[in-house]
Structure formats: C-alpha cells, structure tokens
C-alpha cells in the first residue's frame, strides 16, 4: 500500500504596518507561483516589486497608503521594510532553505551581478549609478534606499552590482530581476537538509 507524503505547509509571512507616515498591508507566500497584487502609489516601484515577485515565485500582496504629498521617500522606505519583515516571518527559524542565491541579470546592453545570503547579519554592498534623477515619477536615489530596507529588516547580506549599461529603466529592472532570481535560490527548500539550520553554529544571525 503506498503513502502520500505530507505536503510541506506554505510559508507565509503578514506584516501590517500603520504609522503617521504610511498605512501598509502585506502579505507573502514563498511557496508561490509569483502572484502579485501590488498598490504603492508609485508606479514604477509597482513595477518593480512586481518584477520581484514574478521572478522570484513569491506571491507578494502589497496595499500602501503613504504621504506622497511629501515625498516618495517614507512610501519606498517604509514598504520595503514591511516586505522584508513579511520575508522574515515566512522563513521562521530557515531550517531546510538554500540559505544563498546568486544570478547574472542581462537586459539589452545592461548586465548585473546579485548575491545574497540570507544570514540574519543584514549588509548592503551596493555598486550601481544612475544617470537620471527620476524612472517615471520615482526618484531614483531611493532604489538604493529601497534594497537597503529589505536586505536590513529581512536579514540578509545583499551584493548588488552593476557590471555595464546605459537605460536607466534597463539598469533598474535587472537589478530587481537579479535579486528576485537569488531570492528564489535562496529561500526555496533542500531536500537534502530537512529541518536543519543551514548553519554550523545552529543558528543564522549574530
């Protein structure tokens, strides 16, 4: 007589965040197939963060009140740090995932390099520049600000590299491209581990 294996329960992770300055509502399934549904009031960071989740096969569900009345910064900020607060929450204790990804993105002319390990001491290297103050409405100096966020409250060393291009939509859209590819890497799960902690200490962080 055969047995069906247990399915794995998904890994999910919510985060409501309210503030004077945002109201913000996410919600992210690392066993996804990269659904999205995603509201910033910032165009292009919907664009980007759905990029993220298409290629990376997180379901991210994102809803976001901000003070766009004053700027894009507190929105960028704030949303970033709830995805990777929601991030956090799905991988629980990381027993079984990759622990580290790692992707080459090509786009056109531009081509990045990202690699991540997801090892709760959150750092970012970041090696990109852009020649244009602005991809639609966003402002680009915050696209730095933005993978700092996540790479901070989500636990995560982030190298992010540009090696050449020009478009800045280009540029911009490979990196997140990049990271969403590393991120589906790194937090999918090892057979080969189990429930073990991908780390010799038994722990990841500190």
């Keep these: 007589m055969s047995s069906i294996p247990a399915r794995t ?8 965040r309210n503030t004077t300055e945002t109201k913000i509502a996410i919600h992210v ?10 509201s910033t009031g910032i165009g292009f960071l919907d664009h980007m963060v759905e990029q993220f989740s298409r290629h990376s096969l997180i379901d991210v569900t994102m809803k ?11 929105t960028t900020e704030d949303s970033a ?7 956090s929450n799905a991988l629980g204790d ?4 990759g622990r580290y990804g790692a992707a ?13 390990d997801i090892s709760g001491r959150p750092f970012l290297v970041w090696k990109a520049k852009f020649s244009q103050e602005k991809l639609g409405e966003w402002d680009t100096e915050l696209i730095e600000h933005w993978f700092h966020s996540v790479a901070q409250s989500a636990g995560i060393t982030l190298h992010m590299e540009l090696l050449y291009g020009s478009n800045n939509h ?14 589906r890497q790194a937090v999918e799960l090892d057979p080969r581990k189990g429930t073990a902690i991908p780390s010799t ?3 990841l962080g500190g």
Excluded: W
Aim: aromatic fraction near 6%; charged fraction near 20%; proline fraction near 3%.
């Design 9 to 16: 329960p998904q890994r999910t992770g919510s985060v409501d």
């Design 29 to 38: 399934n690392l066993d996804g197939t990269g659904a999205y549904d995603v």
């Design 64 to 74: 976001v009140e901000g003070d766009l009345h004053v700027d894009q910064h507190h």
């Design 81 to 87: 740090i709830a995805l990777g607060q929601a991030i």
């Design 94 to 97: 990381k027993a079984g995932i």
């Design 104 to 116: 080459y993105s090509p786009m056109d002319e531009t081509l990045s390099r990202v690699a991540l």
């Design 170 to 183: 280009h540029i911009c859209e490979s990196l997140y491209k990049g990271f969403a590819r590393a991120m």
């Design 201 to 203: 200490k038994g722990q």
